[in-house]
């Protein structure tokens, strides 16, 4: 409940993202960056990719979270 809170309080734009964009931005950020990343920090580099022309000429922080991601859900994400 205190979650649900802070996101009434704070968050003004949340972004919907597809299963599949995430997967796609997973990809992009592993064959680019060369770092391994989960899930979550997929969904963030997805909605940031979905409405990237509006942060053009701008700075933007994306925070990629963790590496826990098992060798199955890896290959099914690999090129």
């Given at each position: 409940m205190?979650?649900?809170e802070l996101c009434r309080a704070l968050v003004y734009e949340f972004v919907l993202v597809?299963?599949?964009e995430s997967v796609e931005a997973m990809r992009l950020f592993l064959t680019?960056?060369?770092q391994l990343?989960?899930?979550a920090a997929g969904v963030a580099i997805a909605a940031f990719l979905k409405h990237s022309d509006?942060?053009?000429h701008q700075n933007v922080?994306?925070?990629i979270c963790g590496?826990?991601?098992n060798l199955p859900t890896l290959k099914?994400?690999?090129p």
């Amino acid at each position: 409940m205190i979650t649900f809170e802070l996101c009434r309080a704070l968050v003004y734009e949340f972004v919907l993202v597809s299963e599949a964009e995430s997967v796609e931005a997973m990809r992009l950020f592993l064959t680019t960056q060369h770092q391994l990343l989960e899930g979550a920090a997929g969904v963030a580099i997805a909605a940031f990719l979905k409405h990237s022309d509006r942060f053009r000429h701008q700075n933007v922080a994306i925070v990629i979270c963790g590496a826990n991601i098992n060798l199955p859900t890896l290959k099914s994400i690999l090129p």
